[in-house]
T-cell receptor, first 117, second 112 residues
Framework: GAVVSQHPSWVICKSGTSVKIECRSLDFQATTMFWYRQFPKQSLMLMATSNEGSKATYEQGVEKDKFLINHASLTLSTLTVTSAHPEDSSFYIC?????????????FGPGTRLTVT | ELKVEQNPLFLSMQEGKNYTIYCNYSTTSDRLYWYRQDPGKSLESLFVLLSNGAVKQEGRLMASLDTKARLSTLHITAAVHDLSATYFCAVDGASGTYKYIFGTGTRLKVLA
């Protein structure tokens, strides 16, 4: 149980274009979803927290107009990287949690590798 | 600001040896998580530690939590090559938000 999927698993896009990444909780309803970014050989950095039906809360230094997050349902959150640039190339990982399962823990998706050329 | 530090950052060890990875954090938290990450992959949950004195073991790995010292340890017993990976600890960042702050990570390489 507590499976989280991401789509796509990898994507290559051209500089200046936008790309959307989906995060789905497959077997539970996620009241909260989190988006992380990980650069090579570095730790995970939290970008934003999203609660279903409300606006995402962004961490300091994360551009909300560049990284658009929508949590439209209890099983789906999307991250749209707008006007992507090569420096946005990274591994994006989402996680989801529910107050009804687990012990406050987050369940992580398999990640999406974004390459901007 | 909550900080989570791990040491060592990199560990190269021979098979069969024991070693401990340390995770120190800077503010009060009763919940700490350990994850394993293989190259190019996402996180695999190893341990969930929810109270002071919690100890959990799975195979050759054992994790403990001392909330008073703000310290968690991940002990490796008789390492094998398959344990080579990067290990992260994560701490709940703030009460009620359930945000994680991740440690710096420890890259473990077990030499055959």
């Amino acid at each position: 149980g507590a499976v989280v999927s991401q789509h796509p698993s990898w994507v290559i896009c051209k500089s200046g274009t936008s790309v959307k990444i989906e995060c789905r909780s497959l077997d539970f309803q996620a009241t909260t979803m989190f988006w992380y970014r990980q650069f090579p050989k570095q730790s995970l950095m939290l970008m934003a927290t999203s609660n279903e039906g409300s606006k995402a809360t962004y961490e300091q230094g994360v551009e909300k107009d560049k990284f658009l997050i929508n949590h439209a349902s209890l099983t789906l959150s999307t991250l749209t990287v707008t006007s992507a640039h090569p420096e946005d190339s990274s591994f994006y990982i989402c996680s989801a949690r529910s107050p009804f399962i687990g012990n406050y823990e987050q369940y992580f998706g398999p990640g999406t590798r974004l390459t901007v050329t | 600001e909550l900080k989570v530090e791990q040491n060592p950052l990199f560990l190269s060890m021979q098979e069969g040896k024991n070693y401990t990875i340390y995770c120190n954090y800077s503010t009060t938290s009763d919940r700490l998580y350990w994850y394993r990450q293989d190259p190019g992959k996402s996180l695999e949950s190893l341990f969930v530690l929810l109270s002071n004195g919690a100890v959990k073991q799975e195979g050759r790995l054992m994790a403990s939590l001392d909330t008073k010292a703000r310290l968690s340890t991940l002990h490796i017993t008789a390492a094998v090559h398959d344990l080579s990976a990067t290990y992260f600890c994560a701490v709940d960042g703030a009460s009620g938000t359930y945000k994680y702050i991740f440690g710096t990570g420890t890259r473990l390489k077990v030499l055959a």
